[in-house]
Every structure is written in structure tokens, then in C-alpha cells.
């Protein structure tokens, strides 16, 4: 019998390893012979430890699994599949599963992660395979029709990007993945390169192809061991079997991996801050330009992208551009992997079209907040998204649509509070992380964090003091202009960003800063 437990982090940290081990110690005593896989997870956070056991139907799941509940899982028949309190039936046929549209996590939490042949066996090396026998300017080409964009946040055309690289003149070019999934709520890039880190893998070598840069680095976050190893061990045997190295899947050219480990700071995700950081100083951000394009990494052409939109390539490669831009809506084209965290019943990986909603996402997918409240906001697109306001939820998500609203999209990460949040807190938290994490090179993003911080603070005192309402105005009006300043005068997203939850939380919520009881007095 096959059993699957995953051995991604976040199984991990709910206690998959004792699972596995109390599984073999349980069937071993009893004479039963299993073969325990380790795989990624499904996405399904809540109910990890996520067991499924093959049957001839298919996958059958239970969670979330303690190595306690092991002995009465077996005892229950769970190696045949039988029914229990923690059973959900065929994998595949959980609702949250069965109705996302999996393109780039179709492998995730399916296979062995560093079994190549597995790998193989469900679709692995397909576009690199073809990307080997077409012109690199072919290989560009397919990336543009595909309209796939930066899944890190910025959404800039991934094809326009290769494009500028491949015709950049140079001895030496570099793929740089960005892979330090700083955004709070954030998993995506971590359960890829856990679960399935062949993809990423098969898309930089083809990324290498098209534009002609023989070296890809990985620049994945400190707080990510186990990414970290499981990459590394990922191009070792990669390369062995001659998917990487001197002689790319018989192109004969040649393309070459390393993982480097971050320095446990958010904005060496900002691209030129990481590519300091890489070169092993201080990161901090580098004004633009020149584009990292035309000199990036030691001065040389780069392409910088992030986890996820490297790791659509092989699949656009694939199944063709066409098949790509057959999912979303206007120029969001494709799926994003959505994740729900906070304070919701359901938190995990949801992959989908882009289209629809945060309601749909939250209400449906997720099943509301954990706790059984009202949700009062939902913040989209990392810990510098906004707010975005309750009227808005049922509008389809989509770059440009929520930038017509001032919202972003962003790595898609959503994070849920219920009634009792205090967003005028969340406001000031947004100017704290900003003071926190600047990297210190302009005076909006590090001075101004500071000073947004002190006006929420005068501005809730003054809210609850009748005393005190006659400043209140006044206050608020210089939070405005503080957050203009920082959002027009700041050199990066940091500073730049800051300004969007705050304002979102202020215009929203404004009964949480005091306003309406300013107002009334
Ligand atoms: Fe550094 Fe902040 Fe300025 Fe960005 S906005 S360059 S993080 S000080």
C-alpha cells in the first residue's frame, strides 16, 4: 500500500514527521507492508497532516492526522481506504481542490518532489524538451502570446523582459528567481519549490535558452531550510541526469543552477535589493536605471523573476501559448495561486482563473473566519496591499481592475480579520513594518514610517478624548500628506506601498480612527 504524507514545512511544523514515523512503527508491529511517500502538500492547510492512501479509485485523503490518531486510522481500515471521523474521500474530490483550475501546482503535493522519474511521469521536462529545439527568439515569443506577467507583484509582461534581456549585448547573462517570499499571508513560492522544484527548475533552464545566460541563482529567504535544501538537492540530481549542465536536454547549450540564501530582510525582495544582497552586500535598493535588464547581477544582463511565474513556463511551453491565455480575464491572463491565511477557517493554496472574487475566495473557498465572526476586512497583495473595501469584494480579481480602484493584486496573498480587528492598529502596524524593514536610502520610506507611527497614534488619542477632537482634523490631514509624500517621493515599492493599507484602513474603517465621533462633536 502507498501512503503519501507530506514533508513541506508547513506539515512539518504541525507534526508530518511523527505521523509518518508513528504510520511505520503502527504497520511495521502489525506485519502490514506500506511505502510512506513524502510529498508536498495540496494546499489544504487545515487539514494537514494531509495522509492519502492509493486506491484503485484514487487518492483517499484524511486530516488533519496526529501520529496519535494513527493506531485508529489503521484500525478503521484507512489503508484500504475504509471510512473514518477524519476521512474526506477521493482527494481529488474535495471541493476546494476539485474546483480550482491547477496549471502551474498540477504536480504539487502529487509527487515524489525529487523523484525525477516521477517527475517524468506526470508531464515533467515537456517544455524544456521543446524549448531545446527552438530558436531562443521562438522561446521569447511563446512567453509574450502567452500574456503571462510577474507573479511577484509588479505584474510587468514576463515576454518583454526576456525580450530586453535576449537583445542585450553581453559575455554573461544571468536568471535571477526571486524567491524570498517575504508578504505576510504568503506560501505560494515555498510550497512550489517544496513540493514540485523540477518546475521551477525547467522554467529558468528554459528562461537561460531564450535569452542566452548560462547561470540561474536562486535567492530564496533564510526562513526557507527546507526550500533550500530540497532545491538543492533538486539541481544536483538534475544536472546527473543531464537536465541542467554543459549540454542542456541535448541543446547544446549549456545552463547551470545555485541557490543562494537570503539575509532575513523584506526588502531584499525589492529586485535591485536582492541583487546586492546576492552579490553579498548590504540590501539595499539601487536606482533604476539602469534596468537590471540591461545590468543586473555583477553588472550583466539579468532577468529577474519571481517562483511562480518561472514555474508557468514549462507548462506554457508545454501546451502553448494558447492554452495559457484561454484562462482569465482582459489582461490578466492565466491563473494565479491565491493564498488564504489570517484569521479564516480554511487557509491554503487556492489556484485559479483570474475573474473572480475576493468573496468567492474568502466565503466560499476559505468558509469565512476561523473564529466564527463576522469578517470585517481582507487585505490583498501582501502587508503593503490595502484594505479593500467591502463594497469591492464581489469585483473580479484582476490587475487592472483593482488598480482602478487603488487596490493591488499583487503575489496574491489574503489575509482575513474579523469584527474585532482595530484597523486604525493595522494602519499604524503598516507604518511600523515600513520602519521596521526600510532599507534606510530615502527620507519618505525612512523618516516618514517613523512619523506616520507618531500621527495614528495623536490621531486615535485625539479620537477618544472629546478633549482632544478639535486637533483631530488636523491630524488626519497630515496623515494624508504624509502618505502622499511617501507614496509619490519613496524610491521602492516599501515606501511607496506603505501608504495603501493605511489610507484603505483610514477611508474604510474611519470609525476606528475616531472620525465619526470627531465629526459628530
Ligand atoms: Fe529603501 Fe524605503 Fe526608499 Fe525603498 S522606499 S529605497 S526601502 S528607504
Not at 150 to 168: C, E, H, L, S, Y
Request: hydrophobic fraction near 45%; charged fraction near 20%.
Amino acid at each position: 500500500v502507498r501512503v503519501y504524507v507530506p514533508r513541506d514545512a508547513a506539515a512539518l511544523a504541525v507534526g508530518a514527521d511523527a505521523v509518518a514515523g508513528a504510520l511505520q512503527r503502527e504497520c511495521a508491529a502489525r506485519g502490514l507492508q506500506v511505502q510512506i511517500v513524502r510529498n508536498g502538500s495540496r494546499g489544504l492547510l487545515w487539514l494537514e497532516t494531509l495522509v492519502e492512501v492509493e486506491t484503485p479509485e484514487g487518492r483517499v485523503a484524511y486530516g488533519p492526522v496526529t501520529a496519535d490518531a494513527v493506531p485508529g486510522l489503521i484500525d478503521a481500515g484507512m489503508l484500504q481506504g475504509g471510512s473514518h471521523a477524519l476521512c474526506h474521500g477521493l482527494t481529488e474530490a474535495i471541493a476546494y481542490l476539485a474546483r480550482q483550475e491547477r496549471l502551474t501546482f498540477a504536480r504539487v503535493g502529487v509527487i515524489d518532489p525529487l523523484n525525477l522519474a516521477d517527475y517524468a511521469a506526470h508531464g515533467g521536462w515537456q517544455g524544456l524538451e521543446r524549448a531545446a529545439r527552438m530558436e531562443p527568439a521562438a522561446i521569447v515569443q511563446e512567453v509574450l502570446d502567452s500574456g503571462l506577467r510577474g507573479r511577484g507583484g509588479a505584474a510587468f509582461p514576463a515576454g518583454i523582459k526576456w525580450k530586453t534581456v535576449a537583445a542585450a549585448a553581453g559575455p554573461q547573462k544571468y536568471i535571477a528567481c526571486n524567491a524570498d517570499e517575504g508578504d505576510s499571508g504568503t506560501f505560494a513560492d515555498r510550497l512550489l519549490m517544496e513540493g514540485d522544484p523540477y518546475t521551477l527548475i525547467e522554467g529558468m533552464a528554459i528562461a537561460g535558452l531564450a535569452v542566452g545566460a548560462t547561470q540561474g541563482l536562486v535567492y530564496v529567504r533564510s526562513e526557507y531550510p527546507h526550500a533550500v535544501a530540497t532545491l538543492r538537492e533538486a539541481i544536483a540530481r538534475a544536472e546527473a541526469a543531464g537536465w541542467l549542465g554543459r549540454d542542456v536536454a541535448g541543446s547544446g547549450r549549456a545552463f547551470h543552477m545555485e541557490v543562494r540564501k537570503g539575509a532575513g530582510s523584506y526588502v531584499c525582495g525589492e529586485e535591485t535589493a536582492m541583487l546586492e544582497s546576492i552579490e553579498g552586500r548590504r540590501g539595499i535598493v539601487r536606482a533604476k536605471p539602469p534596468l537590471p535588464a540591461i545590468e543586473g547581477l555583477w553588472g550583466r544582463p539579468t532577468v529577474i523573476n519571481n517562483v511562480i511565474t518561472l514555474a508557468t513556463v514549462p507548462m506554457i511551453l508545454a501546451r502553448g501559448a494558447a492554452f495559457y491565455q484561454g484562462f482569465g480575464m482582459g489582461r490578466s491572463r492565466g491563473t494565479l495561486p491565491f493564498q488564504l491565511a489570517g484569521n479564516i477557517a480554511r487557509g491554503g493554496l487556492v489556484e485559479k482563473a483570474f475573474g473572480l472574487s475576493l468573496r468567492e475566495l474568502v466565503e466560499d473557498f476559505g468558509g469565512g473566519t476561523a473564529t466564527g465572526r463576522t469578517v470585517k476586512a481582507v487585505q490583498v497583495g501582501g502587508p503593503l496591499g490595502s484594505y479593500v473595501a467591502p463594497a469591492d469584494w464581489d469585483a473580479p480579481l484582476d490587475y487592472e481592475a483593482y488598480a482602478a480602484k487603488g487596490n493591488v493584486v499583487g503575489h496574491g496573498g489574503i489575509v482575513v480579520h474579523d469584527d474585532t480587528a482595530d484597523m486604525a492598529q493595522l494602519a499604524r502596524y503598516a507604518m511600523e513594518f515600513c520602519a521596521i524593514e526600510s532599507c534606510g536610502k530615502c527620507t519618505p520610506c525612512r523618516i516618514g514610517s517613523t512619523r506616520g507611527v507618531e500621527v495614528i497614534d495623536r490621531i486615535v488619542r485625539a479620537g477618544a478624548d472629546p478633549a482632544a477632537h478639535a486637533g483631530h482634523a488636523g491630524q488626519v490631514a497630515l496623515l494624508e500628506s504624509l502618505c502622499d509624500t511617501m507614496q509619490h517621493g519613496s524610491m521602492c515599492a516599501m515606501g511607496g506601498m506603505t501608504p495603501y493599507p493605511v489610507r484603505s484602513a483610514l477611508n474604510h474603517y474611519s470609525q476606528d480612527f475616531g472620525i465619526e465621533s470627531t465629526t459628530a462633536a
